[in-house]
């Protein structure tokens, strides 16, 4: 099949700093060029101090939408049309759409993990769900479980006021979903673990180059029924989930995620589902 730039060809890019290890690029062109899409995807390297002349330079050049990455996920908010209301609640878009002149925002992370575990076979309806970390994995994850309406999340933290923070979020979004904030101790996370169905790492404690880290040390602290996920994904099988796998346990990497909130992203500006099962990824 041909693919090539043509005359009519969409573009479609990731804003952030740095962007050159992102895999979004890779992972959008080979969708266009299975489906026999007319769109590019490039990204480019923007700092802070040019964000505003940067979207204003996507909105002259017609772009179709963009990813956008760290740091400017909150900061790029004020610059938009629209934020749909998840990622306003998240407080941070990932992905805008370009449509009418107008630039909307969206924060598909959280559905893109909740479709990664749907994918595995792995249902959240009823479940108790623990979560150690705070910061912006954490929060869109959060807040998309209870929008799906899982009955109860813990959230622990080293810095207990961004666990609060999400967790008020959510009671006075999603008053159905009993949200608890818990500092983060070796003890308080073994005691939450013992009734708790899937478990969250979201804290960066195991990525590359820290590898040796894991969030959880003690393998004891995992009981064979749990899920564990890990955000993570780079490396694909983290030191937790290395010993969550010896424990008996299912467990999730990240690439599911980042694959899924890319997916999403892709049907909201082509309107056509991402062939996910056709593009190869390496998941193991
Ligand atoms: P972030 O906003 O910087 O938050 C980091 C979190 O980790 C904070 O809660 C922080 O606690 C905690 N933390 C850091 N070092 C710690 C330590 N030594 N001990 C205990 N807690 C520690 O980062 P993020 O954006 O949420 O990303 C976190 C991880 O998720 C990264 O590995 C990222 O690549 C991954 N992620 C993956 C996807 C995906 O699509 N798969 C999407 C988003 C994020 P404090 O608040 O106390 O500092």
Redesign the pocket.
């Given at each position: 099949m041909n693919h090539w730039i043509t005359g009519n060809t969409q573009l479609i890019c990731l804003i952030g700093h740095p962007v050159s290890h992102s895999i979004s690029p890779a992972i959008h062109n080979a969708a266009f060029f299975h489906l026999g899409l007319d769109y590019a995807y490039l990204a480019f390297d923007v700092r802070e101090d040019k964000l505003e002349v940067g979207i204003n330079a996507l909105r002259t050049l017609n772009v179709k939408g963009f990813n956008v990455t760290?740091p400017h996920k909150q900061a790029v908010l004020p610059l938009l049309d629209e934020v749909m209301p998840e990622a306003q609640m998240i407080g941070a878009v990932n992905m805008v759409l370009h449509e009418n002149g107008r630039l909307i925002g969206y924060n598909t992370?959280g559905i893109?993990?909740v479709q990664?575990l749907a994918e595995e076979g792995i249902s959240i309806s009823g479940k108790r769900i623990v979560i150690?970390?705070?910061?912006?994995?954490?929060?869109?994850?959060a807040i998309r479980l209870a929008l799906e309406g899982v009955p109860e999340i813990v959230i622990l933290?080293?810095?207990l006021d961004?666990?609060e923070e999400i967790c008020s979020m959510i009671r006075k979004n999603v008053p159905s979903c009993k949200a608890e904030a818990v500092p983060?101790t070796e003890r308080g996370l073994s005691q939450q673990l013992m009734e708790a169905d899937i478990f969250v790492?979201?804290?960066?404690?195991?990525?590359h180059p820290y590898e040796d880290?894991s969030?959880i040390e003690d393998p004891r602290m995992l009981h064979r029924e749990l899920v564990v996920t890990?955000?993570?994904?780079?490396p694909r099988k983290t030191k937790l989930l290395q010993m969550a796998e010896e424990a008996g346990c299912k467990a999730v990497?990240?690439?599911?995620?980042?694959i899924?909130?890319g997916a999403a992203a892709f049907k909201i500006w082509t309107g056509v589902d991402m062939p996910v099962e056709a593009l190869l990824f390496d998941r193991k």
């Open positions: 760290m992370d893109g993990y990664a150690a970390g705070a910061g912006g994995g954490a929060r869109s994850v933290n080293r810095t961004k666990a983060l790492n979201s804290t960066a404690l195991g990525m880290k969030i890990d955000l993570i994904y780079n990497n990240g690439l599911g995620m980042l899924r909130q």
